[in-house]
């Protein structure tokens, strides 16, 4: 089951925030955000496990509702270096352990 | 630093015609996956291997056919290749299931196109 991501895209000034999110229809066991820009693959941001167990390496946070079965991505402070397209992908319980779900995607362009 | 390496980067291909899209990792990882990313669709994962031998169907496998003889490969057949294939298509690998919070490392992409 995709998941589904809301906005599609949002356009934002260099310094402003954004929220994107994702949500299932199924009990989610992780979430995982990726960015994909122009023509490139996707690279991973951040990684949210059922218990609140979170692994990342970038200065963006993300949360994870598992009761709502919902997970945020927080941009603060965006740079420029932000814009692209990020996507969240889920894993649910019940299904495969190689079965990665991607929703379709939310476009993010800063502009300065 | 090789990491998922894709082969070919771009191809044409008429219809009927079938081809293999390559893919090989040299990180020593358990899992792998190929998924098709069309415009404004995301990313549809097509099959996934958890090991040498094993493999999966995602959402969207028909058309297409796998095997994982080899930790290192994993490659993905097109037999009788039709228009709505046109796509970019992306080979990942990872070390452990998502499940337990391995990231994976996607490749550069094979751009195919139908005609």
């Known amino acids: 089951q995709q998941p589904v991501q809301s906005p599609q895209a949002v356009i934002l000034r260099e310094g402003e925030d954004a929220v994107i999110n994702c949500s299932s229809s199924?009990?989610?066991?992780?979430v995982h955000w990726y960015r994909q820009k122009h023509g490139e693959a996707p690279v991973f941001l951040m990684i949210?496990?059922?218990?609140?167990e979170q692994k990342g390496h970038e200065k963006i946070s993300a949360s994870f509702n598992e009761k709502k079965q919902q997970s945020s991505l927080y941009l603060t402070a965006s740079q420029l270096s932000y814009s692209g397209t990020y996507f969240c992908?889920?894993?649910?319980?019940?299904?495969?352990?190689?079965?990665?779900?991607f929703g379709k995607g939310t476009k993010l362009s800063v502009k300065p | 630093n090789a990491g998922v390496t894709q082969t070919p980067k771009f191809r044409i291909l008429k219809i009927g015609q079938s081809m293999t899209l390559q893919c090989t990792q040299d990180?020593?990882?358990?899992?792998m996956y190929w998924y098709r990313q069309d415009p404004g669709m995301g990313l549809k994962l097509i099959y996934y291997?958890?090991?040498?031998?094993?493999?999966d169907k995602g959402e969207v496998p028909n058309g297409y056919n796998v095997s994982r003889s080899t930790t290192e490969d994993f490659p993905l057949r097109l037999e009788l290749a039709a228009p709505s294939q046109t796509s970019v298509y992306f080979c990942?690998?990872?070390?452990?299931?998502?499940?337990?919070?391995?990231?994976?490392?996607f490749g550069q992409g094979t751009r195919l196109t139908v005609v």
């Open positions: 990942a690998s990872s070390l452990q299931s998502g499940i337990l919070g391995a990231e994976a490392f």
């Open positions: 199924k009990a989610l066991y992780s």
């Open positions: 949210l496990l059922k218990g609140g």
């Open positions: 992908g889920t894993m649910n319980y019940g299904g495969s352990q190689g079965n990665l779900i």
């Open positions: 990180m020593n990882h358990n899992y």
């Open positions: 291997s958890v090991g040498a031998g094993i493999t």
